[in-house]
């Protein structure tokens, strides 16, 4: 039992609470009953927390440079977490909700009963606050309910402050489909408010140390067969669009009512920070080049995403085949049409771990090995293969670095091979391919090969500057010659989407010329930023 929540059981509710939603992910998805996706709000909910644990996990326990106390300086991170990985509608509200728990609580020397309860209200109000046009029977509802019972507990006793906020969330969940007839309709209670509630149940069990008695399984949406779930909004709008925003608060002001005379279920959160801050944006539009102009004008937009409702219209995922698949993430139309005839699913560069793992489930199959070419998405894999296995999909994945490896290790695959052989000799045929990139330098700097000067040609073999040239052709032969010194019987060739033409043959001639015993294979990548990637096996 706790008197105070400190940073220790800050780092054990957030932990505790993503188990919880992961338990009832399914569930949750479920409960959604709008009839046009815009992603399940179990699954939305799990990848938000997700990244608020990722980025607790990511402190090291160092005491905090910020002036807060430990266990503020760690809902801080919880909150800023959540918001950089907030997916969809009910994500993001979660994410305002954190941020104004955080900041009621990150300069309080000890957080007893009154201040969660004060914490509990400010959250609450950060929530509605961030809705352009709240609705009640909603997760808004939940949260303003658990609220006004932790103040009416009036006690410093935290136990009995998260009993109560917790006592009178379930309450108002329940009553739900009394002020939402699309509830009452299919039956069911709000999704994002049973997803906080989940939340709530976690903090009763850290701050007591019992756990909640678990509520009854809520009952099947009764929605026609043909459709699939919305978390919120009208059908009216096509595309749901979200996107990370680098702006001031007066722009985001601005921001926020060209968004609104544009469609619906918007949203927009930011890290509380003054000056120029970090904001999460989304909303339902049909004209999405004018959602994305409008915060290019309010600011810095990054991390876009833009779903066609339409285009998940698809009949309900399959059950698992028990089947094998592979999946690729690729950048350039040609390296993902070469991974496509080699029989796997493509998933677009720089992908989330809602993407990859939404990936992974549309295979329908059991087992799926992921590869995902570049040292930044291996993390991201990772995540979505941990999110899978709960899910009941066994996948692995193989730390490809670069496209030509994926290409070496889908050559060996062999579906005859227990799933860990298979996988296993995909990861040696990836080792075995060493890669190279070639492109131009950006700005001035020191690497390992020497100091270069914006325009000028680098090759990197491994991920490090191996060759600074002037000629790209010169340069790319002479990577080559320098990885087949160390022996090799094929390269493979991919040209870039700004490579000059005939590039590819030119280098082709030269190890043919120089190495008339290596086979060669050349392909168009369209690959953005290497005029050329190089694989030797």
Not at 169 to 191: F, K, M
Request: glycine share 10%; charged share 20%.
């Amino acid at each position: 039992m706790l008197d105070t929540l400190d940073a220790a059981a800050v780092r054990r509710w957030c932990a505790s609470g993503l188990a919880a939603l992961k338990r009832h992910q399914g569930e949750i998805d479920d409960l959604n009953v709008y009839p046009v996706p815009d992603g399940d709000t179990g699954t939305n909910l799990v990848l938000t927390l997700t990244s608020a644990q990722q980025a607790l996990a990511m402190d090291l326990g160092t005491l905090p440079d910020d002036g807060h106390t430990p266990h503020g300086h760690a809902l801080r991170l919880m909150a800023q977490g959540a918001l950089l990985g907030a997916r969809g509608n009910s994500g993001v509200i979660l994410s305002q909700i954190l941020r104004g728990f955080a900041d009621a609580l990150a300069a309080v020397p000890a957080i007893r009963g009154r201040q969660l309860a004060a914490a509990l209200a400010e959250a609450a109000t950060a929530a509605y606050a961030a809705v352009a046009h709240p609705v009640e029977g909603t997760l808004l509802t939940v949260a303003a309910a658990a609220a006004r019972a932790a103040e009416q507990a009036d006690s410093d006793d935290l136990r009995t402050v998260t009993r109560a906020a917790a006592g009178a969330a379930a309450r108002a969940l329940a009553r739900t489909p009394e002020q939402l007839p699309a509830l009452a309709r299919a039956g069911v209670v709000d999704a994002g408010g049973r997803g906080l509630c989940l939340l709530l149940d976690a903090l009763v069990e850290v701050a007591t140390g019992e756990s909640p008695r678990p509520a009854p399984p809520a009952p099947p949406a009764v929605r026609p067969p043909a459709t699939t779930v919305r978390e919120t909004g009208s059908p009216a709008y096509a595309y749901e669009v979200q996107y990370l925003l680098d702006g001031t608060d007066e722009a985001v002001a601005r921001l926020r009512a060209e968004l609104d005379a544009l469609g619906d279920s918007l949203v927009i959160v930011g890290d509380g920070g003054s000056g120029v801050g970090t904001w999460n944006v989304h909303v339902h539009v049909n004209d999405v080049g004018a959602a994305i102009e409008a915060g290019v004008v309010a600011g810095r937009p990054h991390r876009i995403t833009v779903t066609r409702f339409a285009d998940q219209l698809a009949p309900p995922q399959a059950p698992l085949s028990g089947g094998r698949a592979a999946v690729v993430v690729a950048a350039g139309a040609g390296i993902a049409e070469l991974f496509a005839a080699e029989g796997a699913s493509v998933v677009p560069a720089n992908p989330s771990t809602g993407e990859l793992l939404d990936a992974i489930r549309a295979t329908g199959a059991a087992r799926v090995v992921v590869l995902p070419n570049d040292p930044n998405t291996q993390s991201v894999a990772s995540a979505a293969a941990q999110e899978a296995h709960g899910l009941g999909v066994k996948v692995s994945v193989v730390p490809t670095r670069s496209p030509v490896q994926a290409l070496a290790a889908l050559a060996v695959r062999d579906a005859s091979r227990r799933f860990s052989d298979d996988v296993i000799a995909m990861a040696e045929a990836a080792g075995a391919c060493r890669y190279a990139e070639v492109g131009h330098a950006g700005k001035e700097a020191l690497t390992v090969a020497g100091p270069c000067r914006p325009g000028d040609v680098l090759a990197l073999v491994e991920g490090e500057v191996h060759l600074i040239g002037a000629d790209l052709l010169d340069t790319c032969s002479a990577v080559v010659d320098r990885m087949l010194g160390g022996g090799g019987e094929l390269v493979t060739l991919l040209c870039g989407a700004d490579a000059p033409a005939g590039l590819a043959d030119r280098v082709r001639e030269h190890v043919e010329r120089s190495w008339p015993f290596v086979e060669v294979q050349a392909y168009e990548g369209g690959q953005p930023h290497y005029p050329l990637l190089v694989g030797v096996e």
